[in-house]
């Protein structure tokens, strides 16, 4: 029983990648609500988490009054004990209630209660000792049988009408039990039913119309089901039923499996155990919390997880056991061919040893081979070769493929003769073949595996003699091809202590070149990783290669130099690179080249019109890279492109310029590196666009790839957005924690950290109110430098810091207001992005505080209508809405409840197509208040908060209130922001005012 009996020492507090199963059971029990029949059968292989998603539903409907009776199926094989988990829910039942309640529920349904109690002594009629079931059995041993329950016994009363009679009682204590309050009925582990619980659950399920709100749930091992199993064609019959849903578990992505061991281990995984535990978990779940408890790494299977894994196995024939131990030390898909070499056996033989692992479901079939069905089944097996034998397998595999390089997919043999000898422990053939190997997979783009093998060189290089001479290349060359292979494959920090360690082994006085080449790379490893820089490494660079010594180096040099930063030396760095790689024909640096210059020329604002000087020094780029065939710098010509295009508001145009780009990474190897950062160029625009289904996939296969730290950082932050606007705060909060975990290990980039700031201040306004958003808000302006940063990044932090400040008072808002007046002065607003959020700044802060005697009639309404129209101009729905709902609170404030009506019904349709909740929420709070003339008798406010209401308007603060009504000072924060926007005011002194012009105080006091 691998989902419970399995410890679960490195347990996760958080259910992770399991949000849409959750959210199928919690429309299913929607379903039943309304009146529906809904069941759900969930498979899944032992350890996906089955039992945990169960635990986790039962536990949130249980608090909602939900009545759950759950029961498991016991594994004692088809002539087990009958009804077995229908007998557990009955004697939880009992627990609850009593047998006299459940007697009482049953007393006009025949006899019902009379046959429950061949399933429960305590619920029989008659409690004498001549109607115990159990010794009735020994009377009337066919009367209880598996087979009798299926109709083929006899007894004093026919064995079918027997089970006909405990069947409809059964049905009708659901009945009775539903007419009180939703059920939930959850048979655990079906794969081990009886014949008699799967027929009682077949009724069940097929005469549910007859039950009101009664919701079933069956788990069952999906790995357990071979084709003979008896719960297949139940299954198969039941997924025909229009209310069934049959869903599988699938395995957790990479992403989400980092997530999981980020929550375990309470901080990011570093790349290589990320990378290590989910190529050997595969996504499992409770595989993987297993290996993330291990605090040696784990290095072998824990042997409470072996034992497990291995139990199908020593079920199977000693011929069988024999194939797979050789069969272990094979990679992927192994070939019948290769392993009729190496077995030694017949094809014929071959197949007779291999059948039953097939199906066992230990092994299986795929193309023209055989793998293992899980990594860590394979690993188990392997891990069982005695010494001797694990030496002569792998080296039995080597001689084969060397033999017939054929026996192997094509382009993978030095690939696999590399493993082999090494796992052979063969460290001159190890050595030798992982070089070659290297050069095999950088040809196929494998830059993971490439790096792997070069990891493998250098792991050998003492222990071969002449190790230089072997492979034809020094120490430093097999260092900085390593590097090379570890920034294509996303290994930055591994890449930085590569460069590091090369650099300790050369002299720049007699090798200048390779030195500051060396410098060059270990500047770029620190700026991806965020680290705190300096210029020194690329001011020495430059010094020790003057163009006289060597203009090729000279110009990668200088291409590094233009692109860490907007200014005048660097735009000169730019043209002397360009200059430099057009006398030598490098149409690569070429192109890097125009699309620094592009950079520089956008400035601080990172903003281009389309027909702007950038713009055409891209398209000029492109175009040589185009006729060059050079990759790597269209890449970069893609991400600039596609960052300036978005931030001009051509955000459709972005978008199709993302996902060509994304395309062209994957088919070059990149998708892990380039083609993850590109995937922020394309989520963003979606998230603009209103398009968040499409932005949180996208962000989620990126995420998948494990890309490098600061890009998972930028997808996170789209997800944490949309998260927030969809009103998952838990979400929201997990994905700012974790971008504050990886931003704290590097300096200030005003992409990330600004953004973050954003989500922070948004984040405390949802989930603890103004007051706490005001913190969060005066935090971040304290610790970031607004007023130097570009205007794309910090206007969306002034509005959401003058959101909060505009819901409460107090001196620390007017503080913050002031404050925030003062940086808005000193940013520019160009284009039309950043013009409208300036826009809503205004509207939320006026230039300086204006008064019925100053502003007019209409004059904030009228500012707010051009927020609404600039939002609505560069096509992003959701920031126009929040200003139709901006602006429906001015009208309702000026006593137009009207022109607030008119603005709400232009919100609501977008909030309602986004699943923005929050923000519909508002609007229909807001059209409440606009359909009874601006206000109503209780405000829309509820008891609780007309209590809140009362000490505000006193001039309590939240603490205060806290305190006098016995609550905590952040859901007395929460009140008094729900207050203010069912009040449509923008403090709690506006709100005070309201309240006493509705009367609300003073009926409260009555």
């Keep these: 029983m691998l989902d419970s009996v399995m410890s679960r020492r490195g347990g996760s507090p958080v259910l992770v990648g399991r949000a849409a199963e959750m959210a199928a059971l919690d429309a299913a029990l929607e379903a039943v609500r309304q009146g529906e029949p809904a069941a759900v059968l969930i498979g899944g292989e032992a350890g996906m988490g089955k039992t945990r998603l169960i635990s986790e539903f039962t536990v949130a409907v249980r608090g909602a009054g939900v009545r759950v009776l759950t029961g498991a199926c016991l594994e004692l094989g088809a002539d087990g004990l009958p009804f077995s988990p229908f007998t557990a829910m009955l004697r939880e039942l009992v627990r609850e209630t009593s047998p006299d309640e459940i007697a009482a529920l049953l007393s006009g349904s025949g006899r019902a209660a009379g046959e429950l109690g061949r399933l429960l002594p305590e619920l029989a009629v008659d409690r004498s000792p001549q109607s115990d079931p159990a010794q009735r059995a020994e009377r009337e041993p066919e009367a209880f049988g598996a087979h009798a329950w299926a109709g083929e016994g006899t007894g004093v009363m026919g064995a079918g009408e027997a089970r006909a009679h405990l069947f409809e009682g059964f049905l009708s204590l659901l009945e009775h039990l539903a007419s009180e309050r939703p059920l939930v009925l959850i048979i655990e582990d079906a794969h081990w039913a009886d014949r008699s619980s799967r027929d009682l659950l077949a009724f069940l399920i097929g005469y549910q ?18 084709r003979t199993h008896p719960l297949r064609p139940l299954l198969a019959e039941l997924s025909r039923i229009d ?16 997530e999981l061991g980020a929550v375990v281990r309470g901080r990011p995984l570093d790349r290589g155990d990320a990378d290590a535990i989910y190529e050997r978990a595969q996504g499992n779940p409770l595989f993987t919390e297993e290996l993330l408890a291990c605090s040696d790494g784990c290095d072998l299977v824990p042997d409470s997880l072996a034992d497990l894994l291995l139990q199908a196995v020593r079920k199977l024939p000693d011929d069988t056991q024999e194939v797979l131990r050789v069969a272990s030390a094979g990679t992927g898909v192994t070939s019948d061919a290769l392993l009729t070499q190496v077995t030694g056996l017949d094809a014929a033989r071959l197949v007779a040893a291999i059948r039953p692992a097939v199906a066992a479901n230990v092994l299986v079939t795929s193309g023209d081979g055989y793998s293992f069905r899980h990594a860590l089944i394979q690993e188990s097996v392997h891990a069982d070769l005695l010494p001797g034998e694990h030496s002569a397998v792998h080296t039995r595999f080597a001689r084969a493929i060397d033999a017939d390089p054929g026996l192997v997919s094509p382009g993978r043999s030095e690939v696999e003769k590399a493993h082999h000898w090494y796992s052979a422990h063969n460290t001159t053939g190890a050595l030798t073949g992982s070089w070659r190997a290297a050069v095999q997979a950088s040809n196929t783009v494998a830059h993971a595996e490439r790096l792997v093998l070069l990891d493998r060189v250098l792991e050998l290089w003492e222990q071969v003699p002449d190790a230089a001479a072997q492979i034809g290349a020094d120490h430093v060359r097999v260092l900085e091809e390593a590097a090379a292979a570890a920034r294509d494959a996303g290994g930055l920090q591994r890449g930085l202590s590569l460069v590091e360690l090369a650099l300790t082994e050369l002299d720049e006085a007699t090798e200048p070149i390779r030195v500051a080449l060396l410098l060059r790379q270990r500047y770029l490893f620190q700026k991806d990783l965020g680290a705190n820089q300096s210029e020194a490494d690329l001011r020495r660079a430059l010094e020790l290669v003057p163009e006289s010594l060597s203009a090729a180096a000279r110009t990668q040099l200088l291409l590094v130099g233009s692109h860490c930063g907007i200014s005048p030396q660097n735009r000169g760095r ?15 640096a070429e192109v890097e080249a125009l699309a620094h210059l592009a950079k520089v020329e956008a400035g601080l604002p990172q903003l281009a019109a389309v027909d702007s000087e950038p713009f055409r020094l891209l398209t000029q780029a492109r175009q040589i890279a185009q006729q060059a065939k050079a990759y790597n710098p269209t890449l970069q010509v893609v991400i600039l492109e596609t960052h300036l295009l978005c931030g001009a508001g051509e955000f459709e145009r972005a978008a199709q310029a993302a996902r060509r780009g994304i395309a062209d990474a994957e088919r070059h190897g990149l998708a892990r590196t380039g083609g993850a950062f590109l995937s922020i160029n394309l989520a963003e625009p979606l998230w603009y666009l209103g398009q968040w289904d499409e932005a949180v996939e996208v962000a989620g296969r990126a995420l998948d790839l494990a890309p490098p730290p600061r890009t998972r950082v930028g997808l996170w932050l789209v997800e944490g957005a949309i998260a927030l606007a969809q ?5 929201a909060a997990r994905r700012a924690g974790a971008c504050r975990a990886v931003l704290a290990a590097g300096g200030y980039d005003e992409q990330h950290h600004l953004p973050l700031g954003v989500l922070d201040i948004d984040a ?18 304290a610790r970031f430098e607004v007023s130097t940063a570009s205007p794309r990044y910090a206007w969306p932090l002034l509005v959401s810091a003058a959101t909060a400040a505009g819901q409460t008072s107090g001196e620390d808002a007017v503080a913050l207001l002031d404050r925030l007046r003062a940086l808005a002065e000193k940013t520019d607003a160009r284009g039309p992005v950043q013009r409208a959020w300036q826009l809503s700044f205004e509207t939320l802060v006026p230039r300086a505080p204006l008064g019925p005697e100053t502003d007019g009639t209409g004059h904030r309404l009228a500012a707010a209508d051009a927020a609404v129209a600039a939002w609505e101009a560069v096509g992003q729905p959701y920031q126009a809405a929040v200003a139709l709902v901006h602006a429906a609170r001015i009208a309702l404030a000026e006593r137009s409840p009207d022109q607030a009506a008119a603005r709400l019904r232009r919100a609501a349709p977008i909030a309602r197509r986004l699943g ?10 807001l059209t409440r208040r606009a359909e009874t003339g601006g206000h109503a008798g209780d405000g829309g406010l509820t008891g609780r908060e007309l209590e809140v209401l009362t000490l505000v308007a006193a001039g309590q603060s939240n603490r205060e209130v806290a305190a006098a009504l016995f609550i905590s000072p952040k859901t007395a924060s929460v009140h008094v922001s729900n207050i203010l926007a069912k009040l449509g005011a923008a403090t709690r002194t506006e709100a005070a005012v309201k309240a006493h012009e509705l009367g609300l105080l003073g009926s409260l006091a009555q």
């Design 243 to 258: 209310w069934v849903d049959r869903t599988e578990l699938p395995r957790l992505t990479r992403g989400q499996a980092e």
């Design 209 to 226: 119309r007859a039950v009101r709100n009664l919701l079933i749930v069956v788990t069952f091992r999906s790995d357990e089901l071979h």
């Design 916 to 925: 923005a909740e929050p923000l519909a929420a508002q609007v229909a709070d």
């Design 764 to 781: 405390a306004l949802a989930a603890e109110g103004p007051a706490a958003a005001v913190t969060v808000a005066a935090e971040a302006l």
């Design 574 to 588: 730019a043209m002397d690179a360009l200059r430099l790689a057009r006398e030598l024909g490098n149409r690569d």
């Design 727 to 731: 009103g998952d705060l838990s979400t």
